[in-house]
Nanobody
Framework: QVQVVESGGGLVQAGGSLRLSCAAS????????MGWHRQAPGKQRELVATITRGGTTNYADSVKGRFTISRDNAKNTVYLQMNSLKPEDTAVYYC???????????????WGQGTQVTVSS
């Protein structure tokens, strides 16, 4: 099985910064795209940013220029540096990893439990 664990959430004032981390572990045969999604109260989960194993990135328009996604393939870890945070960035942030476990032949998406980010005005 593959486990995904996020860390780094918290409370920050508007204009501040936070860095989220997400590590994938367990019986991983291959790990491809990793990314972050978020879900605010009463809203649907939305994509924030993704990064392929080769380093190609994709961002939601709402975070372009403020958030930076990166990864360390040797550690199966993805990061999200969030700068110039706004109250509307408040949400639970979830990490998603596309991986193939050693016991399986197919690729699957694995999700973390989420980490709360709260931005006060």
């Amino acid at each position: 099985q593959v486990q995904v664990v996020e860390s780094g959430g918290g409370l920050v004032q508007a204009g501040g910064s936070l860095r989220l981390s997400c590590a994938a572990s367990g019986s991983i045969s291959s790990l491809d795209a990793m990314g972050w999604h978020r879900q605010a109260p009463g809203k649907q989960r939305e994509l924030v940013a993704t990064i392929t194993r080769g380093g190609t990135t994709n961002y939601a328009d709402s975070v372009k220029g403020r958030f930076t996604i990166s990864r360390d393939n040797a550690k199966n870890t993805v990061y999200l540096q969030m700068n110039s945070l706004k109250p509307e960035d408040t949400a639970v942030y979830y990490c998603k990893c596309n991986a193939r476990a050693r016991s399986e032949y197919t690729w699957r998406d694995y999700w973390g439990q989420g980490t709360q980010v709260t931005v006060s005005s």
